[in-house]
């Protein structure tokens, strides 16, 4: 028998847009994008404003580590954000007058990206993200942390704010392997990441739970990564987001790479994993990203990540000649 979608379209010359048969779409894509998610939430696309607000990290002032993860650029992943000295509002309007040229800036979400965006005392947080809220434009918030930064009272503030906005928590998890985080100096367990992850939900606030992997971490071969996505697939987190793993000058990583101790993944290779993880999420998970920006003066390799849209269109491709759509064998992770 025929599904609805075969019956809708059978006997037409279909483009890739209509011959697709993933529930949440309006393109070619077979997963759920995030500008799809950004057009269904908010009614279009907004405008993701980097911030720095100032923060450290406990991996890296010596709470639990110190030198970071061995990966972590100097700004804690917020490259894309003004300097820490710029104040708030002046990084957000700075950026916003520059994305404004290229794109509509009427809605815009800003982030909290750089280092860990919960590990300060909550009188402090409450200032920021408070403020953040008065900037114009705003139509939600996201915040980059960690899930060992989740105390009780901030949690339950944030549980409050996302009764105000359209909250997302961003968790970086990475990988599910405790040896690969010992190996990343990562500073904490899948235990702990899995804590602070449903801490965010116990009062039954509203706040959206994205998490971040990253493939190509050393030692870690296709099993273990898509290991860890079937793991992550099973919380049904809100958002994912998965990075290649870049190498940068400057990082224990870079130095590990020019001393022929790292090898990054191939395109192929990538490709591939990325396809395959996608077939495991679940279909309602948004995909926040495929591949990550590094920046590009520093990026040692690979080279190849450079071509951002061309990696996209051939993870696009890979999902077609094989049929998958997101989660299309998600069903016995979510049984469990
Ligand atoms: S948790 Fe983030 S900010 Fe902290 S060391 Fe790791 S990558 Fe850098």
Not at 184 to 195: A, D, P, S, V
Request: include cysteine.
């Amino acid at each position: 028998m025929k599904t609805e979608h075969e019956s809708k379209w059978a006997g037409r010359r279909l483009t890739q847009a209509q011959s697709n048969p993933f529930a949440y779409t309006d393109s070619n894509k077979r997963y759920y994008t995030y500008d799809y998610y950004l057009k269904r939430t908010f009614g279009g696309k907004c405008a993701k404003i980097p911030l720095d607000a100032g923060f450290t990290c406990p991996n890296i002032d010596g709470r639990c580590g110190t030198g970071g993860c061995i990966y972590c650029s100097g700004r804690g992943s917020g490259d894309f954000a003004r300097e820490a000295s710029v104040p708030l509002r002046e990084q957000y309007e700075l950026t916003r007058a520059a994305l404004s040229s290229k794109w509509d800036t009427t809605r815009c979400i800003p982030y909290f990206q750089a280092h860990t965006n919960t590990y300060a005392p909550l009188a402090v947080l409450k200032e920021k993200y408070e403020e953040a809220l008065t900037f114009p434009g705003v139509v939600g918030m996201n915040i980059a942390t960690r899930a060992d930064c989740l105390p009780r009272d901030t949690v339950a503030y944030l549980g409050a704010l996302s009764q105000r906005t359209v909250l997302t928590v961003e968790l970086g998890l990475q990988s599910c392997h405790d040896d690969t985080a010992a190996r990343i100096n990562r500073g904490h367990t899948w235990k702990q990441f899995l804590e602070g992850y449903h801490r965010l939900r116990e009062d039954g606030a509203p706040i959206l739970r994205c998490v971040h992997l990253i493939f190509g971490l050393p030692g870690e071969d296709d099993e273990a990564m898509l290991e860890t996505v079937r793991r992550v697939a099973a919380l049904r987190p809100d958002q994912v987001k998965i990075h290649l793993l870049h190498v940068l000058r400057g990082t224990v990583l870079g130095d590990m790479y020019e001393r022929g101790e790292y090898e990054p993944l191939s395109r192929e290779r990538y490709i591939s994993l990325v396809a395959r993880a996608l077939t495991l999420l679940p279909p309602e998970t948004v995909i926040g990203r495929l591949t990550g920006d590094g920046m590009a003066e520093a990026l040692l390799a690979p080279d190849w990540s450079r071509r951002k849209v061309t990696v996209l269109n051939d993870i696009d491709k890979l999902m077609v000649e094989n049929r998958w759509v997101q989660g299309i064998y998600a069903d016995e992770i979510l049984k469990k």
